[in-house]
């Protein structure tokens, strides 16, 4: 079955870092685009940042540029978020999204909390 399962959320306060993981299994890793979205309550899930599978191209919301930093890890089949100088702004529910670069199949992981807040 495939799985997609994220930690590394938590509590910390404004200014502080945290680094979500999201380890994979069940399907061909290099095979699938890996991002990361977010939902905060009252707003709709939007995209934090992105990584292609073959050479690492990267995106990122205006929003958490030059802050955040997504990395990938094929030899665990892993994907990371590295989140710097978070604002209370960033508070949401982080999840992982893995999409096929051959075919329409989606998955999602369950998401981890992040809170920032002092």
């Known amino acids: 079955q495939v799985q997609l399962v994220e930690s590394g959320g938590g509590l910390v306060q404004p200014g502080g870092s945290l680094r979500l993981s999201c380890a994979t299994s069940?399907?061909?890793?290099?095979?699938?685009?890996m991002s990361w979205y977010r939902q905060a309550p009252g707003k709709e899930r939007e995209l934090v940042a992105g990584?292609?599978?073959?050479?690492?191209?990267?995106n990122y919301a205006d929003s958490v540029k030059g802050r955040f930093t997504i990395s990938r890890d094929n030899s665990k089949n892993t994907v990371y978020l590295q989140m710097n100088s978070l604002k209370v702004e960033d508070s949401a529910v982080y999840y992982c999204?893995?999409?096929?670069?051959?075919?329409?199949?989606?998955?999602w992981g369950q998401g981890t909390q992040v809170t920032v807040s002092s």
């Open positions: 999204n893995a999409r096929s670069l051959y075919s329409q199949y989606v998955y």
């Open positions: 069940g399907f061909t890793f290099i095979f699938y685009g």
């Open positions: 990584v292609g599978s073959a050479a690492g191209s990267t």
